[in-house]
């Protein structure tokens, strides 16, 4: 059983966007067969027996606005977010489009904004057959095991942290937002 997100309808204020234009290459932040292995799309693509039908299936369930269109372009216009947050091209050079929507963050009146990119992650090879790095975040803290001991565990969750990463610029066209 999957467990729902609880989305609400996106206010384009409310959205946390990061306050700064300081950004992560993530192909510099990767070592140097990781590096190359992501900058080339062929290398990432994963087209064996995937179908055009379930891909659009995937686009129709998951591509869309979690608010208003008038809240949608709103958040478009807003002037406080950083230069290199976004990339501009026309729609028919997306080659797969994401969800944008929006949840509640624990501070009250804030949201976390969701880009349900399940169209790309169907496209694309599982990351897990080159390996696992262990993207796990709070469940490696909570995963930990200690027998007659204490233990002393502190974590951080740096806010907005995806949102500093610079991806390469072939992966774009697969993050596109709904029109």
């Given at each position: 059983?999957?467990?729902?997100?609880?989305?609400?309808?996106?206010?384009?204020?409310?959205?946390?966007?990061?306050?700064?234009?300081?950004?992560?290459?993530?192909?510099?932040?990767?070592d140097a067969e990781e590096s190359q292995f992501y900058a080339s799309e062929s290398n990432l693509l994963d087209l064996v027996?995937?179908?055009?039908?379930?891909?659009?299936?995937?686009?129709?369930?998951?591509?869309?606005?979690?608010?208003?269109?008038?809240?949608?372009?709103?958040?478009?216009?807003?002037?406080?977010?950083?230069?290199m947050m976004w990339q501009w091209q026309l729609a028919d050079r997306a080659k797969?489009?994401?969800?944008?929507?929006?949840?509640?963050?624990?501070?009250?009146?804030?949201?976390?904004?969701?880009?349900?990119?399940?169209?790309?992650?169907?496209?694309?090879?599982?990351?897990?057959?080159?390996?696992?790095?262990?993207?796990?975040?709070?469940?490696?803290?909570?995963?930990?095991?200690?027998?007659?001991?204490?233990?002393?565990?502190?974590?951080?969750?740096?806010?907005?942290?995806?949102?500093?990463?610079?991806?390469?610029?072939?992966?774009?066209?697969?993050?596109?937002?709904?029109?």
């Amino acid at each position: 059983m999957f467990k729902q997100i609880p989305m609400v309808p996106l206010l384009a204020n409310a959205l946390d966007e990061p306050d700064s234009n300081k950004t992560v290459d993530m192909l510099l932040a990767l070592d140097a067969e990781e590096s190359q292995f992501y900058a080339s799309e062929s290398n990432l693509l994963d087209l064996v027996a995937k179908s055009s039908v379930f891909m659009q299936d995937l686009e129709t369930q998951y591509a869309l606005v979690g608010g208003s269109h008038a809240e949608y372009v709103k958040y478009w216009h807003r002037t406080d977010l950083p230069d290199m947050m976004w990339q501009w091209q026309l729609a028919d050079r997306a080659k797969s489009f994401a969800g944008f929507t929006a949840v509640k963050k624990k501070t009250e009146g804030a949201q976390r904004k969701l880009l349900m990119a399940c169209p790309a992650n169907y496209l694309m090879s599982d990351p897990k057959s080159r390996a696992d790095e262990g993207m796990r975040g709070a469940a490696a803290i909570t995963s930990i095991h200690a027998c007659n001991q204490s233990v002393d565990v502190a974590s951080l969750d740096e806010s907005n942290a995806f949102s500093y990463v610079i991806t390469p610029e072939w992966m774009c066209p697969y993050f596109s937002t709904p029109l």
